[in-house]
């Protein structure tokens, strides 16, 4: 299966695929990360590490018809898609792939703003189209990201507003916090315990993954 992160514009999407790549290889999750950005952050990150999984570069529009062959049978792909404002072709095609999207969201009222204006669910709605037409539409869910530590109300009054709006979010949100602000510097990753553990988590109990 391909786990796509994608949202309008930077919120924390390489971050989350960098994460969850580890946390769910450290819950016995057979991973392989694919890096659909131009920027090739996650594919870096994933070079200047030492890991047992693998990251492939795979910024392309043709995406929906190259990845699923490079994906080995079993493994979950997590995909970093660059921002859909500017790299709209790509996720378009990393979109008809996709088994479940997650759109990575800032805990403000403006990232959520940008939400609508792409507009989100137009973009996803007409990636679904490309798919068979007896196929339901994967699962999508918002991910609350950059929470300020120590603010429920604020978050939640957001969180509300998403949920009204008919869009999946999930309880768990990632906090701001310096230990996913310094993921880019080489130290080392414990994901086990982490709030993309808790997330790794809350997605099998929701049935979104399973081994
Ligand atoms: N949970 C977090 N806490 C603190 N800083 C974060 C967090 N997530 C992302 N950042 C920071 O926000 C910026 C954008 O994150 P990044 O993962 O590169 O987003 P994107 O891939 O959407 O552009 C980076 O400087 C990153 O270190
Ligand atoms: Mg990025």
Redesign the pocket.
């Known amino acids: 299966m391909f786990i796509a992160a994608v949202?309008p514009r930077?919120?924390?999407?390489?971050?989350v695929i960098w994460w969850l790549l580890h946390a769910l290889h450290a819950r016995g999750y057979d991973v392989k990360g694919f890096d659909a950005d131009e920027s090739k952050?996650l594919y870096r990150w994933w070079q200047a590490s030492d890991q047992e999984f693998d990251v492939a570069r795979l910024a392309d529009t043709r995406f929906h018809e190259e990845a699923p062959g490079e994906l080995p049978d079993g493994h979950v792909g997590a995909v970093d898609c660059g921002?859909l404002e500017n790299h709209a072709g790509i996720g378009y095609s990393v979109l008809r792939v996709a088994d479940l999207t997650i759109v990575?969201c800032a805990a403000t009222n403006g990232d959520v703003e940008r939400m609508e204006e792409l507009p989100m669910d137009g973009f996803l709605e007409l990636s679904w189209r490309k798919r068979a037409d007896n196929v339901p539409p994967p699962p999508v869910w918002v991910l609350l990201?950059?929470v300020q530590p120590g603010t429920r109300t604020s978050p939640e009054g957001i969180r509300k507003g998403l949920v009204d709006e008919g869009w999946n979010v999930f309880t768990t949100m990632?906090?701001?916090?310096q230990k996913?602000?310094n993921?880019g510097e080489g130290l080392p990753i414990h994901a086990a315990g982490s709030h993309f553990d808790e997330l790794v988590t809350e997605m099998e109990q929701r049935g979104l993954i399973s081994k």
């Open positions: 949202s930077s919120t924390g999407k390489t971050t952050q921002h990575v990201v950059r990632i906090p701001s916090v996913y602000a993921t």
